[in-house]
């Protein structure tokens, strides 16, 4: 159980780390913006295209929520 808890908090903290680094790199970002940002990180560029019509790489505003 150690283990587990152990993996859940490294990956909040990964979570965390990302999250800030994204804030330093797009200070203007909205909220939603780096919410998009974060998921391109995870998921490859197609299913974020198809998921949400936006990928961080196509250098436009992300669509409103």
């Known amino acids: 159980m150690e283990k587990l808890a152990s993996a859940f908090e490294l990956s909040e903290t990964v979570r ?3 999250l800030a680094g994204l804030r330093l ?6 909220e939603r913006e780096l919410f998009l940002r974060m998921v ?3 998921v490859p560029r197609d299913l974020m295209l198809r998921a949400y019509g936006w990928h961080p790489d ?3 505003e992300p669509p409103p929520a």
Do not use: F
């Not at 790199?25 to 909205?30: F, L, Q």
């Open 58 to 60: 196509l250098g436009t």
């Open 16 to 18: 965390r780390l990302s």
């Open 40 to 42: 391109a990180l995870q």
């Open 25 to 30: 790199r797009h200070p203007g970002a909205s």
